[in-house]
């Protein structure tokens, strides 16, 4: 079992930046993927980026690309979405989430533990 817990959202203007963590709990954060997803109001949840187990490599949403950044840090058991220059469509609740696949990406039934989601605005 896995805990997530995330941090790190708010109220932003349009060009700002925001730095979401996901603390997870376990002495095996190491051997999973990561995720992070977020959610808007009347729409699905959907992917925004990830990173692999074992390689580290990295996919993003063709809508952030550029712009996000996932990072982990497994000796804090941490995993970490750099956010810059934040649009209005932007804003979601976002959630982080683990996987034991090596490369599970965009799908969303292969991440097991999600966290409670944290809510990110981005308005003027």
């Known amino acids: 079992q896995v805990q997530l817990v995330e941090s790190g959202g708010g109220l932003v203007q349009p060009g700002d930046s925001l730095r979401l963590s996901c603390a997870a709990s376990?002495?095996?954060?190491?051997?999973?993927?990561m995720g992070w997803f977020r959610q808007a109001p009347g729409k699905e949840r959907e992917f925004v980026a990830s990173?692999?187990?074992?390689?580290?490599?990295?996919d993003y949403a063709e809508s952030v690309k550029g712009r996000f950044t996932i990072s982990r840090d497994n000796g804090k058991n941490t995993v970490i979405l750099q956010m810059n220059s934040l649009k209005p469509e932007d804003t979601a609740r976002y959630y982080c989430?683990?996987?034991?696949?090596?490369?599970?990406?965009?799908?969303?039934?292969?991440?097991?533990?999600w966290g409670q989601g944290i809510q990110v605005t981005v308005s003027s």
């Open positions: 990173m692999d187990r074992v390689s580290s490599s990295t």
């Open positions: 376990g002495r095996t954060f190491s051997s999973y993927s």
């Open positions: 989430a683990v996987s034991p696949a090596a490369h599970p990406t965009v799908s969303r039934a292969l991440y097991p533990y």
